[in-house]
């Protein structure tokens, strides 16, 4: 039997799916010591697991790196790589929104002069070319984007929202929702024909969790 590779999102992403794998009988003692190894292994299993960079997981579950990932819908919309998305895991809720100060409700209702800043230019696009049919001007972030607003920089932003309290102390409202989010399994389409078997009874024990 050959080994499934799990790579999962590093943080609380990461530390929540193995909570949830090990309920459901999936666990890896080596992930819990302090090593400096990169690959874990429970042999009994056959199965290895890695911690990467929450936007490599796609990548590397689309080259067959990995079987299976565990990683943000955000990230899986972003990277819009070829995966088959299995399971919605239900934790790491938030909403995708555009936000800004309210006084640019009007402008992003009536104006095609808009500018947005946000660290997911892919999602924005989709979402103001294809959806809105607005042509904007998208300016790629990386730090804080409740900044831009502030600064002139954007008239508003598109980022991710948990609790609306960064929002709030800055000044900034939510203008509109673009979708729901939470972490998801991922599988490599190609590992879901030959392993289905392995990848469904993973899948299936998670979703009755």
Do not use: H, Q, W
Request: contains cysteine; neutral net charge; proline residues 2%.
């Amino acid at each position: 039997m050959r080994y499934l590779t799990i790579a999962l999102a590093k943080g609380r992403l990461a530390k929540k799916a193995m909570a949830m794998l090990e309920e459901i009988g999936i666990s890896c003692d080596e992930m819990k010591s302090d090593t400096r190894k990169l690959i874990f292994t429970n042999e009994e299993l056959k199965l290895k697991f890695f911690l990467a960079k929450a936007n490599d997981v796609p990548t590397y579950v689309e080259y067959g790196a990995a079987d299976i990932g565990v990683v943000g819908k955000d990230t899986i919309l972003e990277e819009k790589k070829n995966l088959y998305e299995l399971v919605d895991l239900g934790f790491g809720k938030c909403n995708m929104v555009v936000a800004g100060p309210e006084d640019a409700k009007e402008r992003l209702n009536n104006s095609n002069l808009i500018r947005v800043a946000t660290k997911y230019p892919n999602i924005a696009k989709d979402y103001f070319y294809n959806k809105k049919n607005k042509n904007v001007d998208i300016i790629k972030l990386n730090g804080s984007i409740e900044l831009a607003p502030l600064v002139g920089l954007s008239e508003v932003i598109v980022d991710i929202v948990e609790t609306g309290s960064t929002l709030k102390d800055n000044g900034l409202v939510i203008l509109e929702t673009i979708c729901p989010l939470s972490a998801r399994m991922v599988v490599n389409r190609v590992s879901l024909k030959m392993e289905g078997d392995r990848i469904n009874k993973i899948a299936e024990g998670l979703r009755g969790l």
